[in-house]
Nanobody, 124 residues
Framework: QVQLVESGGGLVQAGGSLRLSCAAS????????MGWFRQAPGKEREFVAA????????YYLDSVKGRFTIARDNGKNTVYLQMNNLKPEDTAVYYC?????????????????WGQGTQVTVSS
């Protein structure tokens, strides 16, 4: 089992920044690829970013490339999502997730564990 707890969400004006954190406990953190997803009201959950485990590759939703950065600290069992130049359309509940796979990380079905989510609201 892996437990994931997100933090760092909040209300920010357009153009501002937030850093989300996801602390993991349980199994060996470095064994898992980590991803961030988001879900806006009335919309399906969508992939935002992922950091693979073994290959250390990173992957992003096109609309966040150049604005968001995913990073992980295996010593702290934590994955981060730095979000810059936020836009109102980034408003959503953000979830972190852990996957035992190292591919297909854009598909939520490939993740084994999920956090409870943290709200990000971007005002215009």
């Amino acid at each position: 089992q892996v437990q994931l707890v997100e933090s760092g969400g909040g209300l920010v004006q357009a153009g501002g920044s937030l850093r989300l954190s996801c602390a993991a406990s349980g199994r060996t953190f470095s064994d898992y690829a980590m991803g961030w997803f988001r879900q806006a009201p009335g919309k399906e959950r969508e992939f935002v970013a992922a950091h693979s485990g073994s290959a250390a590759g990173t992957y992003y939703l096109d609309s966040v490339k150049g604005r968001f950065t995913i990073a992980r600290d295996n010593g702290k069992n934590t994955v981060y999502l730095q979000m810059n130049n936020l836009k109102p359309e980034d408003t959503a509940v953000y979830y972190c997730a852990a996957s035992s796979l190292d591919n297909g990380l854009g598909n939520s079905n490939n993740y084994n564990y999920w956090g409870q989510g943290t709200q990000v609201t971007v005002s215009s």
